[in-house]
Structure formats: C-alpha cells, structure tokens
C-alpha cells in the first residue's frame, strides 16, 4: 500500500523557500514554529535532497580508499524498527555523515548504482542504511516502494529543498500540500520558489484543494491543501 505523502514546506509571502539572508531571529523563530507543525504529522520518515542534508549533515567530505573491491548495488538495510527515518535523495552520494543519526532519526540514503563504491564503504563503515532507486536518476515511485516494502513506512513528509518537493508533486506522489506562509517579502528574484522543477520536465499543475488555513503566532499563515 502506498504511504501517505505529507509535502511540508515554509515559504515567505512571495514564495520563495530559502532562509538564507533572513534575520537571525526570525529565522529561528520561524524554523520552531515549522518543525513544531511537522510533528502533528506523526511521519515514519522525513525526506530531503542533498544539500538540506548536507547542512545538517555539518557536512565535511567522507574519506576515499575504503572499498578494496567492488560493492554489489543491493540495499542495505542497518536499522528495520527505527522510531524514524531521515531519507537522503542524495543520487551520486555526495552527503558526508559523520553518523547514523540525523536529527534523531537513522539516516536512509537513496542512490543510483553510478554512487562511487568508496562512498557505499564508508556508509557501511558508519551504520548508514543505503537504497537504491535507479541506475542513474531517482525514480521517485521506486523510492516510496522501497521504504514502504522494507522499512514499513506509512506516512511519509517531504521537507525539501524546493527540488525534491517539486519532483515528487510532478511524479503525483503527493497526498497534501502544507505551507507555513510568513509574514515576510523576500524579493531576490535568484532565490528558487518553493516548488521547482525543470520546464523540460514539468508535466502539468498541481490543481489542489483547501483544507485548512491558521493563523499561527507571529503572523505566519499555516495552509493546507489535498488534491482537487
């Protein structure tokens, strides 16, 4: 059975999803409250790309020279009954974990077979649980079937960045769509929407129907939306 797909997302009022730049305060602030409402979402995993993890990674490189040969391109499965799960959309594995642990959940990294045997070594060398999900793109389906079958996922949450949320509303994947919308204008037009993806890519809008909107404290607006 398909797991039910929450995408969770914190977004300025002009829609942009990155926090970078934004007062010190606010930032936090903002950042309690978002993580606050994630958790009413009582998630089996959480979801990120690459470069979200690797900020909470502290991410610093991994070391080479660890594979004497080469790795079978199975999963590898450490951890069957975490409490919950830290998935890392990372497809030629890049993010340097210094641990099993992100945020108190065990860490899943999702690959593609063209990952460098010395970076499956090392995850293996510090209890990461690895997945593989394509030969050398994601397939996005492939991934919520896999946590499904072999970690007995349920409910999934999709935390971003604006890549990794915007691929899995393209693929069709998505059951809800929650934003917490704040009383903020961020106008640097570089700065990625919080949904992206590809033109060539792009197969049609996402029509979506309200559910519920809050006015949370601080003035943020939390929204929420399931398909039309």
Known sequence: MKPYIVCHMMSSLDGHALTDGWDRAFKKAAGDLYEKLAQTFEFDAWICGRVTMQEIAHDEGYPT??????????????????????????PQGKVGWKSSQALGSHVVEVLTEAVADDYLAYLQSIGVS????????????????????????????VEGGPHVSGSFINAGLVDEVSVLVLPLVDGRGEHP???????????????LQLTSAEVQEGGAVWLRYQKA
């Not at 020279?65 to 199975?74: V, Y």
């Open 65 to 90: 020279g660890l594979a004497k040969s080469s790795i079978p391109r199975t999963h590898h499965i450490v951890e069957r009954s975490a409490e919950t799960y830290a998935v890392s959309i990372d």
């Open 193 to 207: 929407a919080s949904f992206e993806v590809a033109s060539s890519a792009w197969r049609q809008p996402a029509h």
């Open 130 to 157: 690895y997945i593989f999900a394509g030969k050398t793109e994601i397939d996005l389906q492939q991934v919520i079937t896999i946590l499904a079958e072999e970690l007995n996922c349920k409910r999934l949450i």
